[in-house]
């Protein structure tokens, strides 16, 4: 007899290794119960049971009788007319299934997991293993919580536990966490199973995932049971931090799959002498004094004595310490005008650790919180350059062991001290040995020769590094015959100078940086003090020149004199100031009448700006300001090119514009704001369009500029619906609403009909929100905008989506997609094509459906447009789960979210993990799939969105996902209008 029954996975059955069609669910539900005892009988009391339990039909023995006649005929095709049945005999009132167990699965993974032939257990294992296809009878719903199938998920769970520990004695470490890795996610709540994983990932040298996974289990604990880990997994712990403290230097392997490690450390300094006793102090300091102990350390001292420079070095010698990343941030704690604000630093290191710009919260306790709980687990090292006081360090501080963090400060910061256990080191000038030795390095071996003379140089510059690199630069060319002389002059100048003062006597560096500035050409002079001018970090030559108002050329060359002398810091191709040459800078500017930055840079960057935009999004230009062309040079953009420049100068648009609304030229930022909207959205830019509009929307009203103002609010609406925050968006796109009917301006009343309707959308009103995109598209239709027209046509498809009427829905996207395609709209085009597919999923018709979501996938690819590419694996994931294509449902689906969570959608991010919830659940993984729907919920409830909140409550509230038309068909949530 060569019949071969499969019941891990679907159930599926063989004769003579033909696939045998085993019948209606209820019918294979028959033959799965016998083949769960095993070869023992069934009564028919118990089969009736497992079907209705205490309610049995009148009919129930005659409905499984007829069961059992079918399967008879279909499992013994040659069997005569009322001959004994050998694979399904009546015994004892009820009916036995009799197959050798080697021809059954499950009886072969008991044979092999219990009674390893040859005693060879990681073999048998591993084939026995092999045999699992998913969840027992994935395709049976009746039986998937019967107590035998649960009691198949543990022996499952039980030989993955044996098989991991299989492979982590034999070396196969990445193996080992697989199993590991499955048996936990199969139950979060099993702490011997967390435990094994813990000590897998610290075997493996993967101790940040280690720490993250016991974290994680002790919070799951306490939320589901109130309970604190046992011991089995406090040791596994305990385990880690003592291995982690024996071995704090060593070299550790990369961070966690998936997560985000961010490198930020500055270059190293070039030519860095010196202070052995200070680095081998910071590596004590920053040593652990106690196993659950932040490590913070501050390295105080006078400006220019080197702090940077030190724990830069610092942290390049260490590096290894920190396999979760390093992350940097140059706090600007002494720039009168742009120190960063703890807010915009949290939002900074958000980003750098993975987490998409719309995920950051607008609230600064918020982030914070963020912040700590993305940090828990890691061993990251954090810079905080330049801080001026506590209150810009203490929201920067992680609230877990494991990180380091190093402050620099010329402030030595007591409050640190003091509440935090911060650990000291007070930054001293140069050993005169060390500064002697650095000034050879820098300026040659005439400092041996002329001994004197550079003793009194070193004296003259306070022994303070900055100064030293300076004036090294200064008399790199003198003869040494001259030198007493130079030193001479330099210290008749001092008494005729106005210093620049730091607070310090010790640190008045103005003598050295006026010698130095005394002896530049007038161009590169000027260029100096313009810089100072500049809000932003850094500068390239195009914005040097628009500085200037000169040529490329020449600005280039006074930039490469200037870091020459060390006067300005040059990273690639930018350059940018030491914040005390900065303020010098600035003060020789005001002295000359420069009191503020040229008007010609405002142009520049705004001009550009529109350029890059056009560039990206050509459909639009229409509807951004048209802007002069500067008389100056402006970079040539191009696809490759546009994108990245908008990245590189992001800050300084940001400042530039902060800045000149704050210095009366209210016009640039208002510009700024309409033109980049759709480039900060996109990007996940979400602080910085916030700040931007803001600022924007303040000078607009300074200008009594309603229209302006109408439109920077549909911006901050736009924003904050895209952070989820619906009644924020809605009260800005109802005063904007307001401002247009005030203005009469119709093309600002349809953008904040268009957006409102769009919210509302969000927020389950449908009807309210097809009456507005209803008058969206007859306003349209009368100015003859047919861009509009389209758009709004393409979202109210969506809301009739949402409403089941089809018919309506193809209709509208239909006449979207021809508008679309007349006015060489692609993007618009294709996100009407994903609609269109979720239409054609819902009436059934796949391969339409399908199609209309790969035309849409190619089209978004071609315009370089990552949310939408999601939106269309979404719903190419989606006809995948329908057609019962669960393994390729899952690539596409996997993919979407990767892509919603880089572009920050966190509405497509619930939306997707809906719906790997539901493949999860199709193929008999109800563990991953209330996870994937837990995760959904959360995010749903988070930003209001109660389409995907009510999908997963459902779907939460069910052991069983129902097959048949995907849920999620009629939710898709990219809206096109801004």
Known sequence: MTLRIQVLGPMRAWLHDEPLPLGPPAQRAVLGLLVLAGGQPVSMAGLIDAFWGDQPPASAVNVIQTHVKRLRRLLEPGRAPHARSEVLPHLGGGYRLGVPEEQIDIMRFRRLVHHAPDGDELAALTEALTLWQGRPFADLPLLAEHPRVLSILAEHRAALGRYGAAMLAAGAVDRA???????????????????????AYAAAGRRAQAFHTYHAVRRHLADELGVDPGPELTAAHLE????????????GPPAASGRTVPAELPADVPGFTGRAYELDELDELTTAPEPDTVVIAVVSGTAGVGKTALATRWAHRTRARFPDGLLYIDLRGYDPEQPVSPGAALARFLRSLGLPGEQVPGDVEERAARYRSLLDGRRVLILLDNAASVDQVRPLLPGSVGSVVVVTSRDSLPGLVVRHGARRLDLDVLR????????????????????????ALVAQCARLPLALRIAAELVHGKTPATLA????????????????????????????????????????????????????VDVDDFAASALIGGDQVGARDSLALLAGRHLVQRSGERYGLHDLLRAYAKELA??????????????????????????????????????????????SLRDGTALAWLDAERANLVATAVHAAEHGQAWYPVQLALVLLRYLENGGHYADAVTLHEHALRAAESLADRRSAAQLRINLGVVAVQQGRYAEASAELQRALE??????????????????????????RYSEAARMLTEVIDLARQTGDRGTEARGLGNLGQVRLRQDRYADAAEDLRASITICRDIGDAVGAAYALVYLGHVESALGRYDAAGEHHEHA??????????????????????????????????????????????????????????????????????AEARAHHTSALRLAEEIGNRYEQSRARAALASPVEVEGRLASATSTGKTTTR
């Open 177 to 199: 966490i697989s199993a590991f890795e499955e048996v936990a996610a199969a139950d979060p709540l099993d702490e011997v199973g967390q435990a094994r994983l813990v000590r």
């Open 240 to 251: 880690v931090l003592d291995e982690d403290s024996r071995a704090p230097a060593a070299t």
């Open 432 to 455: 005169r040995e060390d500064a002697l030795v650095l000034l050879r390095r820098l300026a040659g071996d005439w400092v041996t020769a002329q001994a004197t003379a550079a003793e």
């Open 485 to 536: 002389d130079v030193v001479g002059e330099l210290a008749d100048h001092r008494s005729r100078l106005d210093l620049l003062s730091t607070g310090d006597p010790h640190s008045d560096m103005g003598i050295v940086f006026s010698w130095s500035y005394r002896d530049l050409p007038p161009d590169a002079a000027r260029m100096f003090r313009l810089l100072g001018l500049h809000p932003g």
């Open 590 to 635: 005001a002295r000359d009448g420069e009191a503020d930055l040229p008007r010609r840079v405002l142009e520049f960057y705004l001009h550009t700006a529109a350029a890059a935009m056009d560039v990206l999004y050509p459909v639009e230009r229409g509807r951004r300001p048209r802007v002069p062309h500067p008389a100056i040079a402006v970079p």
């Open 739 to 764: 401002l247009a009917y005030d203005v009469g301006d119709a093309f600002v009343r349809v953008r904040a009909l268009g957006n409102l309707g769009h919210v509302y959308q969000w927020q389950g």
């Open 857 to 926: 996938l190619a089209l978004f690819r071609g315009a370089t447009e990552p949310a939408g590419e999601a939106y269309a694996l979404d719903g190419l994931g989606g006809v995948d789960l329908l057609r019962g294509e669960h393994e390729r449902a899952v690539d596409r689906l996997s993919a979407a979210l990767a892509l919603f969570r880089q572009v920050g959608d966190r509405a497509g991010e619930a939306r997707v993990a809906n719906s790997l919830g539901q493949v999860a659940a199709a193929m008999g993984r109800p």
